[in-house]
C-alpha cells in the first residue's frame, strides 16, 4: 500500500509531461540549440563543478575535528558517494553509507563514527532543502496556476515535508524511550548473523550500541555552533550553485528567467524525484522541471532543453566522473576487513 502512494506523485508526474510533450515543437528546440551562447553554457558547466567544490568544502570542514583529510580525495569519496546516491531508489541518501565506508578505510577509523559524522553533513542539506521546499510549495499554490491533480501533490509534499521536519527535531534533540535494537532482533534468523552473535538480545544490544553512539557523534556535529554557522552557511552557497546551472542555460538560449523561479522549479523537482521510488529520481525530476517552468509561461521546447542539459550536466559528474572516482577508491583502499568500531 505505501509503495502504491509512492507511486501515485509519479504517475501524476508522467501523465502531464506527456500531456506537455504532446505540444512540443522539436523544431524549435533545435533552432535553440543551434543559438546557443557557449559562455553562458560554459558557466553553467562550472556552476555544478562548484556545487561539488563547496559540498566538499562542508564536508571537509565537520570532519576536521574527527579527520584531518586531503581535499583530493574527499572530493572522490563525494563523487563515489554522488554516483550511489543516483543509482539507488528513493530519497538519494545511498551514498552515505559508502562515503564513510571509504573514509574509515583510508584513515583507519571505526565505520559507525564516520557515517555520523557523514549522516551530520547530510543534515545540513536536508535541513536548507526542508526550508526550501517550504517556501517553493507555497510560492506555487498562491502565484502559479496549475492543474488540480498537480495542485494535490504540492499539498501532499507540504504536509510530507512538515512531518519528516517534526521527526527530524524529535530525533536530533529527543532521546528515544524505546531502543531501535529490537526492531532488529528478528535478523537473528540469518546465518550469517547468528554465527557472529550469541542470541538475538546479543545483537540487540550490539545494535543499541552503534546507535547511541552514533547519535551521540551526531548530535554533537550537529548542535556545535561553528558546525551550525559554516554548515548553514556553506549549504547556501550549495544550493544557489545549483540554481544557477538553469538559470544560466537559461541565458544561454537568450530568455532572462527570474531567478526565483528557477530556485522554485528545482527545489520541487528534487524534492519530487526524492519520494518517488525511482532511482535518482531519473526522468521524474526532468519531468518535473519541464512541468514546472511550463505552467510558469515558459515556452515548453526551452522548458525542455533547459531542464534535460542541466540534469545531464549533473549526471556526467555523478555518474561517469562519480564511477570513475569509485574504481579509484576500491583500488587504492582495497578489500580490508571492517573496523565498525
Known amino acids: 500500500m505505501k509503495r502504491l502512494l509512492k507511486l501515485i506523485p509519479t504517475v501524476i508526474i508522467i501523465a502531464l509531461l506527456v500531456w506537455v510533450l504532446w505540444g512540443i515543437n522539436f523544431y524549435e528546440v533545435y533552432d535553440l540549440i543551434a543559438s546557443a551562447n557557449l559562455i553562458w553554457f560554459f558557466l553553467a558547466v562550472i556552476s555544478s563543478i562548484m556545487v561539488f567544490v563547496v559540498w566538499n568544502l562542508r564536508c ?24 550511489f546516491n543516483t543509482v539507488t531508489p528513493g530519497a538519494g541518501i545511498g551514498g552515505e553509507p559508502f562515503r564513510a565506508h571509504f573514509l574509515a578505510k583510508k584513515y583507519k577509523k571505526p565505520h559507525s563514527k564516520v557515517l555520523a559524522y557523514v549522516l551530520g553533513d547530510t543534515f545540513f542539506k536536508i535541513a536548507i532543502l526542508f526550508c526550501l ?25 507540504l ?32 546465518k550469517f548473523i547468528n554465527k557472529r552473535f550469541e542470541s538475538g538480545e546479543h545483537l ?31 549549504t547556501i552557497f550549495f544550493w544557489i550553485f545549483n540554481f544557477l546551472i ?13 531567478f526565483l523561479s528557477v530556485l522554485v522549479v528545482v527545489t520541487l523537482a528534487e524534492i519530487i ?25 515558459i515556452p515548453p521546447s526551452l522548458a525542455l532543453l533547459v531542464s534535460f542539459l542541466s540534469r545531464m550536466i549533473y549526471y556526467f559528474f555523478s555518474l561517469f566522473i562519480g564511477g570513475m572516482s569509485l574504481v579509484y577508491l576500491r583500488k587504492i583502499t582495497g578489500n580490508g576487513r571492517k573496523n565498525f568500531f
Open 60 to 83: 571537509q570542514y565537520i570532519f576536521s575535528p574527527y579527520i584531518k583529510g586531503d581535499f583530493k580525495f574527499f572530493m572522490h569519496v563525494l563523487l563515489a558517494g554522488s554516483f
Open 133 to 157: 521546499v517550504i517556501f517553493s510549495v507555497f510560492f506555487v499554490l498562491v502565484y502559479v496556476k496549475i492543474p488540480s491533480s498537480l495542485k494535490i501533490t504540492f499539498e501532499i509534499i
Open 159 to 190: 504536509i510530507s515535508v512538515f512531518l519528516v521536519s517534526v521527526l527530524l527535531i524529535v530525533f536530533i534533540f529527543k532521546q528515544f524511550r524505546i531502543k531501535p535494537g529490537v526492531l532488529f532482533k528478528r535478523l537473528y534468523f540469518f
Open 204 to 234: 540487540s544490544d550490539f545494535i543499541n550500541d552503534i546507535i547511541h553512539k552514533m547519535s551521540k557523534i551526531f548530535r554533537k556535529v550537529v548542535i556545535n555552533r561553528n558546525n551550525l554557522f559554516i554548515g548553514f552557511v556553506l
Open 246 to 258: 538553469a538559470y544560466f542555460l537559461f541565458l544561454s538560449f537568450g530568455r532572462h528567467v527570474n
Open 273 to 297: 524525484g526524492a519520494i518517488s521510488i525511482v532511482p535518482g529520481g531519473v526522468g521524474v525530476i526532468e519531468g518535473s522541471m519541464i512541468l514546472l517552468y511550463s505552467a510558469m509561461g
